[in-house]
T-cell receptor, first 114, second 115 residues
């Protein structure tokens, strides 16, 4: 099973950089790593996805070491509106048949304080 | 373009009844996945449909079922409702199968309350 482990909660202040690390020791060769953000009473929203090394978009960066057993989501200069739950997801291989399950953890609840 | 839509947004049912939830994916998306979200369990995968075929299924009892139509719209059905089925049911669509580099786009969810 492609299980992930993240901190349950984190606190930060406006303007700071926030790094959330996710552990995925049994990641498979074809798995991608995806991060989602969820606000209360809304569906999760895609933030960033990567396979290896570093990926950057307009809202975040994703760092993946060579062994791919962990990944770090980096949010630069957070604001109050970044207060949300962040999920790390390791995707099952769509070509491996129906024997791999996609598991979402409880995510990391990030609180950004003024 | 329009996002993922789910109907109804809110639903109240009593134990023993059955319910059908609907999801319309983003135009051009062929994969639809369903999730159940509760405060204690977080997001749990129910099943995924791709091109009208169920590709993957989570660990839920047979009371939970789904289907996908030729226009990629999907429905999920829960029969013989139990109190524990109260949850937010989320639908997500993507261009291709989950995990293969295709990002998922989620709908706002259907809040089901079973009394």
């Amino acid at each position: 099973l492609a299980k992930t482990t993240q901190p349950i909660s984190m606190d930060s202040y406006e303007g700071q950089e926030v790094n959330i690390t996710c552990s995925h020791n049994n990641i498979a060769t074809n798995d991608y790593i995806t991060w989602y953000q969820q606000f209360p009473s809304q569906g999760p929203r895609f933030i960033i996805q990567g396979y290896k090394t570093k990926v950057t978009n307009e809202v975040a960066s994703l760092f993946i070491p060579a062994d791919r057993k962990s990944s770090t989501l980096s949010l630069p200069r957070v604001s109050l509106s970044d207060t949300a739950v962040y999920y790390c997801l390791v995707g099952d291989d769509p070509y491996a048949g129906n024997n791999r399950k996609l598991i979402w953890g409880l995510g990391t609840s990030l609180a950004v304080n003024p | 373009k329009a996002g993922v839509t789910q109907t109804p947004r809110y639903l109240i049912k009593t134990r023993g009844q059955q319910v059908t939830l609907s999801c319309s994916p983003i135009s051009g998306h062929r994969s639809v996945s369903w999730y159940q979200q509760t405060p204690g369990q977080g997001l749990q995968f129910l099943f995924e449909y791709f091109s009208e075929t169920q590709r993957n299924k989570g660990n839920f009892p047979g009371r939970f079922s789904g289907r996908q139509f030729s226009n990629s719209r999907s429905e999920m059905n829960v029969s013989t409702l139990e109190l524990g089925d109260s949850a937010l049911y989320l639908c997500a669509s993507s261009r291709g199968p989950r995990g293969g580099g295709y990002e998922q786009y989620f709908g706002p969810g259907t809040r089901l309350t079973v009394t």
